[in-house]
C-alpha cells in the first residue's frame, strides 16, 4: 500500500517547520511535499514546471492550504482544485492564521472540506494537526485516483 501524500502550501517557514514538527511529534509519517507559493502548489497539482516528471495519477491525500500566499492566493488555488476534473475531489484543508469571516466564507463557497485556525500554542497546535492527520490519512476514504464523476 502506498504511503499517502500530504501537500503543504505554506510561505512561512515557520509555519512549514511548526506543521513539519507537529506532524512528526504525532507519528504522521507521509510523505510531506512543501510549496512556498500559490503558483508551485499549482504546477504541483497539474504537474507541471519542476513537477513535470510527477506521477500525474498520484495526487495528493489532503492539501493543508495557507489562504496568504505569493503569487497565487489560496481562494484562487482552491477555486482551481475545484475546477479541474482530475483534482476537484482531492480533500483541502485551509490551515490559516485568519479568522477573518470573509475568509471562512469564501473558502466554504469555493470547495474546502475544513477550515482550521492555527492555534498560536505549539500544545495546541500539535493536537490540532495529530486529529487531522487521524481524520484525514486514516479515517477519510477519497474518490480513487482516475475515477469522473
Not at 50 to 76: I, M, N, Q, T, Y
Not at 84 to 91: A, E, H, I, M, Q
Not at 133 to 140: A, C, E, R, S
Request: glycine share 6%; aromatic share 6%; hydrophobic share 40%.
Amino acid at each position: 500500500m502506498k504511503m499517502k501524500k500530504i501537500l503543504l502550501v505554506e510561505d512561512n517557514p515557520d509555519d512549514v517547520d511548526l506543521t513539519l514538527r507537529a506532524l512528526k511529534k504525532n507519528n504522521i509519517l507521509n510523505e510531506v511535499i512543501v510549496v512556498n507559493d500559490g503558483e508551485q502548489a499549482l504546477n504541483y497539482l497539474e504537474c507541471k514546471g519542476r513537477f513535470k516528471d510527477s506521477d500525474p495519477g498520484c495526487l495528493p491525500a489532503v492539501v493543508l492550504l495557507d489562504l496568504k500566499l505569493p503569487k497565487v492566493d489560496g481562494h484562487e488555488i482552491l477555486r482551481a482544485i475545484r475546477e479541474n476534473p482530475r483534482t476537484k475531489f482531492v480533500p483541502v484543508v485551509i490551515l490559516t492564521s485568519s479568522l477573518e469571516e470573509e475568509d471562512i466564507i469564501k473558502g466554504y463557497k469555493y470547495g474546502a472540506n475544513s477550515y482550521i485556525r492555527k492555534p498560536v500554542d505549539f500544545q495546541q497546535f500539535s493536537t490540532a494537526v495529530q486529529n487531522l492527520g487521524l481524520y484525514w490519512l486514516l479515517l477519510n476514504e477519497t474518490v480513487p485516483n482516475g475515477v469522473k464523476v
